[in-house]
């Protein structure tokens, strides 16, 4: 696994960075590909936040976390993904038995036996209407996300409200 590491508002050592591309390479060994994990170090206020993102051919694999200490940061980021990628392993290998991609042999099976439910679905109109316009209905029906047809490119997009307090945008690629 190829480990990009970007820091923000500091210089990450390169103690640091081996100890983050050593933990990263064990969990390249689940994949049977090359795959590339986008690391990202930033501080701030004395807190240490660490992103990560594997892309494995259109599965991707996100985690977080803001510490004090930025190594148990690194740790409780290969746990969270570690996980994640145990519980894809458990809904994949009930779904599609012959799926070669991933070589989940070393992974533990999730505890999680649990089926992926849905126990709702909901159908609505899309109305065309800014971005300004979406986050306003969002936050009138206490929503953190919201699903609006954008009058200026004509596509369907999703307003959503980040752990941060601020609003992202997700937009399709066609």
Request: charged share 35%; no cysteine.
């Given at each position: ?15 640091l ?6 933990k ?20 701030e ?9 594997i ?6 694999f996100r985690?977080?976390?803001e ?15 570690a ?7 458990t809904?994949?290998?009930r ?5 070669k ?11 999680e ?15 065309p ?12 029906l206490?929503?953190n996300f ?10 369907v997009?999703?307003v ?15």
């Open positions: 696994m190829k480990v990009i590491i970007t820091s923000k508002n500091f210089n990450a050592s390169d103690h960075k081996k100890i983050i591309e050593s990263f390479e064990k969990l390249g060994k689940y994949f049977s590909k090359d795959i590339v994990a986008n690391v990202t170090l930033s501080m206020k004395g807190r240490q936040k660490m992103e990560a993102t892309n494995a051919k259109g599965t991707i985690a977080e976390e510490t004090s200490d930025v190594y148990a940061g690194v740790d409780k980021v290969v746990d969270k993904l996980t994640q990628m145990s519980r894809f392993k809904r994949l290998l779904k599609h038995k012959d799926n991609e991933f070589a989940f042999d070393d992974l533990p099976d999730s505890s036996s649990e089926e992926t439910v849905v126990v709702k679905r909901k159908k609505f109109d899309l109305i209407m800014t971005i300004e316009e979406a986050i306003m209905q969002m936050e009138l206490e929503h919201y699903v609006f047809l954008d009058m200026d490119s004509e596509t997009n999703v959503y409200k980040r752990k941060d307090g601020d609003y992202g945008i997700l937009e399709p690629s066609y």
